[in-house]
């Protein structure tokens, strides 16, 4: 006990020197107060993540304080968050004298699914409840984040089983979330922490090459940086010179969108020039330092970025630019004041310094707009991540109304957007409208800067196509709804139209009935029956000989699925490679072809509707959808026994340049390996590139790699890499 009394003053002592400054007497006797109580509370022998609960609340207040920058109130606030309102605990925290205290706590209790007590609930209803605290205290979605980066830094602690979801969330919701609210360490800290589970050999390989090639990036920074220092101190400016390397995951992610090799992506690092300045100098400033480093190197105009003049919605604020060194090299250059830095690194919270606890301007724009999305969705809806995550991770264009009023969309945002973000009825009853002075369609793009005046009819209603181009929240939200009313009913109809019939034809009406018809046509509920009946998409004489031919057939013959083979079937057919954790029987099952599981990838299973368990890669690209809106049908999977004696299918992707006997020397490495066995291999040379695609039954995930590395050495490859499905 003795040694956790020592942790615990240290890690106290570190929650201090973690506040903003200037860290008063008061604070630290409120900070010794809510020890007191957590202290009383929270059991010293039970332990959470590898460390006594003590330890692991002083640990999620210090990161309050240090990663996410909110003062006393909040990292107290973080401290107690574990307290239940049923305690005497909860009484004391009274007498700490700040009310807002117990209410960021009561908060925080609305989204525990989301803070690592139950990794098996509703993603997407416990995201909405973690979005909809916004409304109440902005504070209590920044403590959600920092304990979400606590649990990610600490994810070997947790159970095998749970590893899985948790970066799931973190990555596909947690992360964008961070970027939207400005935390952009947070961001990329979370992205490699959910990478390194979800895609190991990718993590390790890029992480590896950044090790390697650290003195020479050091050395290129030194060049580019002595030239910028020198003319800077001549001009007595006063500043600060970053540099800071990408994220593992954000080279990974250039690296597969750009189709282009570790070595071939050029902007790996950035320089970062911190200016301090008074307020009233701040744009000059920056325009002042822009000048310096644009006269020394030469700027792709392409990638020029100014938040400076209109900063971002979360309050950004930046010049961005991008130049070229004498030996060819490019080179990301970001100018800021110390001020604009602080909201760069502490994003919402500096707000809160800045403009008061509830902020203001862009960031309360977006969250209203959040709610109102929020509010029009129905409550479990299956569309809510895909309506929701957009508005988390975009940039912005900026655009005036008629009036001279600037509005900020997301890029690629179309006239429609434009229409409904000034209001719904607008958006509803518009059938076009102008761009700088010149007519154009519902779908036109806008562009920064444009002046733009929407045209509307009482006659026009929101149209299904209209999904398939608006991008922001509010206009899918607001179409959907509309359409939905409208889809109502119209089922309505449809289903008093199927019901006569099947009165007529004398075939009863029941669940039954409704199941094999969804079966026949692929649909997901009764209401989309009844509705295709209503618009005419279903023949009711074709409707009815499926009815009658299904009635004549033997009860075994009718659910039959093609090409799935029984678990008992596949293990006799593979030897024993696969096996299901959950007890769940009489399931067939089969490995997705979306993603072309290989044994000894990471995996899980999806119970389907039809086809019994599909079985996926983690990384695989629906991975999302699945996660995140059906966690209750995800089942634990893993390898198991013998990899597989027929092998597994895969492909992989080559690019590189045309070299003569490219493909023999592929041919023949291919062949040297025992166990493979090549179903497909096309290619083309088109000038001077070669092009191929190799389908693959190989063994094991070791074969596979051990195959990719072999042909990356062969002459003339440039890239080589794996392709999902």
């Known amino acids: 006990m003795a040694e956790l009394a020592a942790q615990i003053r240290n890690r106290q002592s570190l929650v201090l020197k973690a506040l903003p400054p200037p860290v008063s007497e008061a604070d630290r006797r409120l900070l010794s107060l809510a020890m007191d109580i957590a202290k009383t509370y929270y059991p010293a022998d039970i332990k959470y993540l590898g460390e006594p609960l003590p330890l692991y609340y002083l640990e999620l207040a210090r990161l309050t304080a240090s990663v996410i ?25 009274d007498t700490l004298n700040d009310p807002s205290i117990k209410e960021v706590i009561t908060g925080l209790s609305r989204v525990t699914a989301l803070r690592g007590r139950d990794f098996k609930g509703k993603q997407a209803e416990n995201f909405r409840k973690l979005l909809l605290s916004l409304a109440d205290d902005g504070r209590v979605i920044l403590i959600a984040l920092a304990e979400r980066l606590l649990i990610m830094r600490r994810l070997d602690w947790l159970p095998e089983k749970e590893r899985l979801p948790v970066a799931s969330e973190a990555y596909f919701l947690f992360a964008p979330l961070a970027h939207r609210l400005g935390y952009y360490n947070i961001k990329s800290e979370m992205e490699d922490l959910a990478m390194k589970l979800m895609e190991p050999a990718e993590f390790t390989e890029i992480e590896a090459k950044l090790k390697k090639t650290t ?12 030239p910028v220092m020198e003319k800077l101190d001549a001009m007595g400016i006063k500043y600060q010179l970053k540099s800071r390397t990408k994220s593992i995951h954000s080279i990974w992610q250039k690296m597969k969108r750009q189709n282009v090799a570790f070595d071939e992506v050029f902007d790996i690092f950035a320089i970062r020039i911190i200016i301090e300045t008074t307020p009233a100098n701040e744009k000059s400033s920056c325009w002042q330092v822009y000048s310096v480093v644009t006269d020394l190197y030469q ?43 602080e909201i760069a690194e502490k994003g919402l919270a500096a707000h809160f310094r800045y403009k008061g606890i509830k902020g203001e301007g862009g960031l309360d724009a977006w969250m209203a707009q959040m709610r109102e999305v929020l509010g029009t969705m129905e409550k479990e809806g299956g569309d809510f991540l895909g309506d929701i995550r957009p508005g988390l991770y975009t940039d912005e264009v900026f655009v005036f109304t008629p009036k001279g009023e600037v509005r900020q969309l997301p890029v690629g945002a179309t006239l429609l957007d434009f229409a409904f973000d000034i209001h719904t009825e607008v958006g509803s009853k518009c059938i076009g409208g102008k761009v700088n002075g010149r007519n154009v369609q519902l779908k036109h793009k806008l562009q920064n800067g444009d002046h733009v005046s929407v045209i509307t009819s009482a006659k026009q209603t929101p149209k299904r196509d209209w999904l398939s181009f608006v991008i922001t929240n509010k206009a899918r939200a607001k179409i959907r709804q509309a359409l939905n009313e409208e889809k109502f009913k119209l089922a309505a109809e449809g289903k008093e139209i199927l019901t006569r019939r099947l009165k007529n034809w004398k075939i009863p009406y029941g669940d039954a009935t409704v199941v094999r018809l969804l079966t026949k046509y692929g649909l997901k509920t009764s209401q989309d029956l009844y509705f295709s009946i209503a618009i005419g998409e279903i023949d009711l004489l074709q409707l009815k000989k499926v009815l009658l031919k299904a009635e004549e057939q033997p009860p075994e013959s009718q659910h039959k699925t093609p090409e799935i083979h029984t678990q008992d079937e596949a293990v006799t057919a593979a030897g024993d490679y696969l096996v299901i954790d959950e007890k769940v029987e009489g399931l067939d099952y089969k490995l997705a072809k979306c993603c ?17 368990i599909k079985i996926h890669r983690a990384t695989c690209p629906n991975a999302d959808f699945m996660l995140s809106n059906f966690p209750y049908r995800v089942v634990r999977a893993r390898w198991t026994g013998l990899d597989s004696s027929l092998g597994f299918l895969t492909s992989v992707r080559l690019t590189g340049v045309e070299n003569l006997g490219i493909v023999a ?31 693959l039954l190989v063994p094991n995930i070791n074969i596979l790699y051990g195959i990719i590395k072999k042909i990356q050495s062969v002459k003339g490859i440039t890239r080589v890499t794996r392709v999902d499905g």
């Open 299 to 341: 700027p792709d105009p392409s990638r020029m970025r100014d938040w400076i003049s209109v900063p971002k919605t979360n309050g950004y604020e930046s010049l961005h630019t991008t130049v070229v060194t004498p030996a060819g090299r490019w080179v990301e250059v970001q100018i800021r004041t110390t001020r604009m830095d």
């Open 596 to 612: 072309n599981p290989v044994f000894g990838d990471k995996i899980f299973g999806f119970v389907t509707v039809l086809e019994g």
């Open 215 to 226: 003195t020479s990036r050091n050395r290129l920074i030194r060049e580019f940086s002595g």
């Open 69 to 93: 920058g909110l003062t006393i109130p909040a990292v107290i606030s973080a401290l107690l968050s574990g307290v239940r309102e049923d305690s005497e605990e909860w009484n004391r925290i």
């Open 665 to 695: 020397r592929i041919s023949e490495l291919l062949s040297g390996y025992r166990g493979v066995t090549v179903k497909n291999f096309t290619y083309s040379m088109n000038n001077g590139i070669f092009e191929g695609h190799i389908e």
